[in-house]
């Protein structure tokens, strides 16, 4: 599919003749690029485990909770995470 909105070779957003609806209209998620899958895939998979470990000190451990719930986390299917699931 070729889109009429695209990224230069070097980087960064083509602003000329793009509407200004389309740049703005979004919300900017702050981003962070890193050198090499692996370390992009450490940064998420750290996350995750001390989401993981959050919970369970806050939910698991001080008896505050008569049932003890899991804890929950969706993943995304197919080829793109397997580095990620790797590592988890």
Do not use: W
């Not at 009429?4 to 389309?22: A, F, N, R, V, W």
């Not at 740049?23 to 702050?30: A, L, N, S």
């Not at 989401?51 to 451990?61: D, G, K, L, P, V």
Request: proline share 5%.
């Amino acid at each position: 599919m070729k889109s009429k909105y695209s990224l230069p070779q070097d980087g960064g957003l083509i602003i000329e003749g793009t509407p200004k609806d389309i740049i703005h209209r979004y919300e900017k998620i702050h981003t962070k690029v890193y050198e090499n899958e692996y370390e992009g895939v450490q940064y998420v998979a750290d996350n995750i485990v001390r989401a993981i470990r959050n919970y369970n000190e806050a939910h698991c451990s001080n008896g505050v909770y008569d049932e003890t719930r899991p804890f929950v986390l969706g993943l995304t299917t197919g080829r793109t995470p397997l580095g990620l699931y790797s590592e988890l």
